[in-house]
């Protein structure tokens, strides 16, 4: 599927993104991205999924499993809409599994200059998390990945985990870390970490997310209840909110969790296990209809466990006005001033995960007073035109240096 249009436009940018199997805030990331870059730049979509991978015929899987190697059907059409639409560059933001790396090769095969963009640690990790099984784990990251066809890291499977750690590692030894032209992250934290990788630092430019809102953000709920919102799976770290939830249910707030996702199961079993008191899974909530909830939260609980590169939910929040707790790891601190727009706290400490809620739920002028703080930072830091600079002075540098095919 591939979407566009042929303004008269000097740069014209074409934005490649693989589906994964279930929506999520990197897809969402994508529409922002290409819905702020249309407003000075000529922009088109190319998406694309594969059924095969999940399906449960063994025939489909095996073709699914090759056009991972190279997807022939995914490269034709994005050759065609190349040739159809001229475009000056290709912004990548995911080609695994279902599109492959030969997208890579297509480019210069093409001449057009690569602009990757960056929303996890798929170049050192075949699952994007540096998480196994729950665990911090960066074994792969310089090359080697053995260690995820040993541990089945990615959808438990030894099978996919190591195709996945085949190509991933065929891909590095091909050259697709000196591949792109120039590559975006979204903290420095991710920057640090590709760095790591391989990839020259002068090459990556760091330009955080941003998030516009119209409207003013709700009353402050002074007595009001906790919220999460966000993919229930394992990096998200529900299951660490649940067991600190314990520490505070005596408060008698509730805490609701907005989301779905495979771990919803376990952690109702754990609410239950737990005799926890005043919790409430939504399921899948739009935006819009999240806004009763919102609106009678106290503030928005963030307890991932990977190395979250932004964290989108963290400006959701500011942009309601509320404060926000979140464990101190990966590009979250670069977000959060400690104190002054909400709280930071060790990862897997429960403990001290509820002495924040406590803190915030017995101090509502301070955590008000942190939304507030938030909301301003947000209008003021993570907005769309600061945004658009960055990415503006990006292509313009990449131009300077003649990365720019005739």
């Known amino acids: 599927m591939y979407l566009g249009n042929k303004k008269e436009n000097p740069t014209r940018i074409l934005q490649i993104?693989?589906?994964y199997r279930n929506y999520g805030g990197e897809e969402r990331s994508v529409s922002l991205i290409g819905d702020a870059l249309q407003e000075r730049y000529d922009v088109?979509?190319?998406?694309?999924?594969?059924?095969?991978?999940?399906?449960?015929?063994s025939l489909d899987r095996a073709i699914g499993a090759l056009k991972a190697i190279r997807n022939w059907e995914a490269l034709r059409d994005l050759k065609q809409r190349h040739l159809d639409y001229a475009y000056d560059y290709w912004l990548i933001h995911n080609v695994f599994p279902a599109m492959s790396p030969a997208v890579y090769t297509l480019a210069e095969e093409l001449r057009i200059p690569v602009i990757q963009y960056l929303h996890n640690y798929r170049m050192g990790c075949v699952n994007g998390l540096f998480l196994n099984h729950g665990e911090p784990c960066q074994r792969c990251m310089h090359g080697n990945f053995m260690p995820a066809f040993q541990t089945f890291c990615w959808h438990e499977s030894r099978l996919m985990s190591g195709m996945m750690g085949g190509i991933m590692a065929a891909s590095?030894?091909?050259?697709?870390?000196?591949?792109?032209?120039?590559?975006?992250?979204?903290?420095?934290?991710?920057?640090?970490?590709?760095v790591l990788m391989g990839i020259a630092e002068e090459k990556i430019a760091v330009i955080p997310h941003f998030l516009e809102f119209s409207q003013n953000p709700p009353s402050y709920a002074r007595e009001g209840d906790v919220l999460y919102v966000g993919r229930l799976s394992?990096?998200?770290?529900?299951d660490r909110l649940l067991k600190a939830w314990e520490g505070v249910q005596d408060l008698g707030r509730h805490l609701w969790i907005v989301g779905d996702g495979?771990?919803?199961?376990?952690l109702e079993a754990m609410v239950r296990a737990m005799a926890l008191r005043n919790v409430h899974f939504t399921g899948f909530l739009s935006h819009e209809d999240q806004s009763a909830i919102w609106a009678k939260s106290a503030f928005s609980v963030v307890p991932s466990i990977w190395k979250e590169p932004f964290g989108m939910v963290v400006l959701e929040a500011w942009a309601k006005g509320r404060?926000?707790?979140?464990?101190?790891?990966?590009?979250i601190p670069e977000i959060i001033t400690e104190g002054k727009e909400g709280l930071l706290v060790k990862p897997d400490d429960s403990l001290a995960m509820a002495q924040a809620m406590r803190r915030l739920m017995d101090h509502p002028e301070e955590a008000e007073a942190m939304g507030r703080a938030g909301t301003e930072k947000l209008r003021s830091e993570f907005n769309k035109n600061m945004w658009l600079e960055k990415f503006t002075r990006l292509i313009e540098a990449s131009i300077a240096k003649g990365k720019r095919f005739a």
């Not at 088109?44 to 015929?57: I, M, P, R, T, Y």
């Not at 404060?323 to 590009?331: M, Y």
């Open 323 to 331: 404060p926000v707790i979140a464990h101190r790891i990966g590009g």
């Open 234 to 238: 394992t990096e998200k770290g529900v």
């Open 17 to 19: 993104f693989s589906r």
């Open 262 to 266: 495979p771990e919803r199961g376990a």
């Open 172 to 194: 590095r030894k091909g050259g697709i870390l000196d591949s792109p032209t120039a590559w975006v992250a979204i903290s420095e934290a991710q920057k640090r970490e590709h």
């Open 44 to 57: 088109g979509l190319f998406l694309h999924s594969s059924k095969e991978l999940d399906s449960k015929a």
